[in-house]
């Protein structure tokens, strides 16, 4: 692989840029100030309604569910009991009893967060919360070419492991670059991803009649794309703190 080749891919030059999947935040995020994190159905909408709550919400990969911790772990969806109420599920969550501390891991946002947490600083963004993440860090100055802003849509996976692009988290992107207002400093990749919401004209039904809003839809978890459908709800910021947790950024905080 040659070395412009590789140098091409991470859209250098640009104050805003954006790309897929776990691999698209490994190459990316170690040039960034910030990058942001969506994963519209359905963790980063999770750590929304978790973080509104109060919740410090720690990322982990699947993978990781076994290692130790004093902290609850939440379980799949389909896992939930009254003992153990907490899961992926943003409806779930949302009757749960609050707690001051989750465990949220999930194969795609919650493992990208945790892979990427030491390379920069890393926002939790999704519909709910999309203008407040972009001016957030439009106030703070990141997405310039200086202090670079990195956009990583999750995506789910196709039953062999490898990466599905997903429509919702595309457009959960475009929203959270739409928001930051910095249109002459957008790589093409962000640029489209951002046409590609304003586009749109009816988001709530494209993403429920979406490939992911069906499945969800099919399988008994309708609400969870309703939760995810309450665009612009919350005005909070899910930053991750120490490489540990998301919490909301205070009112008028800037960044490091």
């Known amino acids: 692989m040659t070395l412009y080749r590789m140098e091409a891919w991470l859209q250098r030059g640009y104050g805003v840029r954006f790309d897929w999947g776990p691999e698209g935040a490994r190459r990316l995020a170690p040039g960034s100030a910030y990058a942001v994190v969506v994963d519209v159905l359905s963790f980063t909408t999770s750590v929304s309604v978790l973080v509104d709550a109060g919740t410090r919400v720690h990322p982990r990969a699947w993978h990781d569910v076994g290692e130790q911790t004093a902290l609850p772990v939440a379980v799949g969806r389909r896992a939930v009991t009254a003992e153990q ?3 992926l599920s ?5 009757d749960a009893k609050h707690i001051p501390d989750l465990v949220l891991p999930s194969p795609n946002g919650s493992a990208i967060a945790a892979a990427i947490k030491d390379h920069c600083g890393l926002v939790a963004g999704s519909l709910r919360n999309a203008e407040a993440v972009g001016r957030w860090l439009s106030d703070n100055d990141v997405g310039t070419p200086d202090r670079p802003l990195t956009v ?3 995506g789910e996976r196709w039953p062999d492991g ?4 997903a429509l919702e988290d595309l457009l959960g992107a475009g929203a959270i670059i739409a928001a930051c207002g910095a ?3 957008l790589s093409p990749e962000a640029r489209t991803a951002a046409q590609a919401y304003q ?3 009816d988001l709530r039904a494209a993403i429920m009649d979406s490939a992911s809003g069906r499945e969800l839809t099919a399988i008994g978890f309708r609400d969870d794309v309703t939760i995810a459908l309450e665009i612009n709800a919350s005005g909070r910021v899910p930053v991750l ?3 540990e947790a998301f919490t909301a950024a205070d009112p008028g905080e800037g960044v490091d």
């Open 85 to 87: 109420p907490w899961s």
């Open 90 to 94: 943003p409806a779930a969550l949302r």
């Open 152 to 154: 990583i849509a999750a």
């Open 162 to 165: 490898s990466l599905r692009p």
């Open 183 to 185: 249109a002459d400093r």
């Open 199 to 201: 586009g749109t004209a």
């Open 241 to 243: 703190r120490d490489g």
